[in-house]
């Protein structure tokens, strides 16, 4: 995990509060197949999901990403 803090991936916190998802998103889109589901999922999405036009430049500008040289 430390190496997604150091990407700037997540946010830098304590890692004894991470935990990973193995195949987490193999996991959701399976869930997808299921109508009932997908209904679901599109109810969170339309409720939680931050629709910030900005919010792509905003994302890349947090990402730590930087040349070896730097």
């Known amino acids: 995990m430390g190496a997604v803090v150091g990407l700037g991936m997540i946010p830098p916190i304590a ?19 299921d109508d009932a589901e997908f209904a ?21 500008g947090c990402l730590a990403l930087t040349s070896k040289g730097d």
């Open 40 to 60: 679901r999922g599109e109810r969170i999405a339309a409720e939680q999901v931050d629709l910030d036009p900005d919010f792509g430049r905003r994302y890349i």
């Open 15 to 33: 890692p004894d509060v991470m935990e990973s998802s193995a195949n987490g998103a193999g996991f959701g889109a399976a869930l997808m197949l």
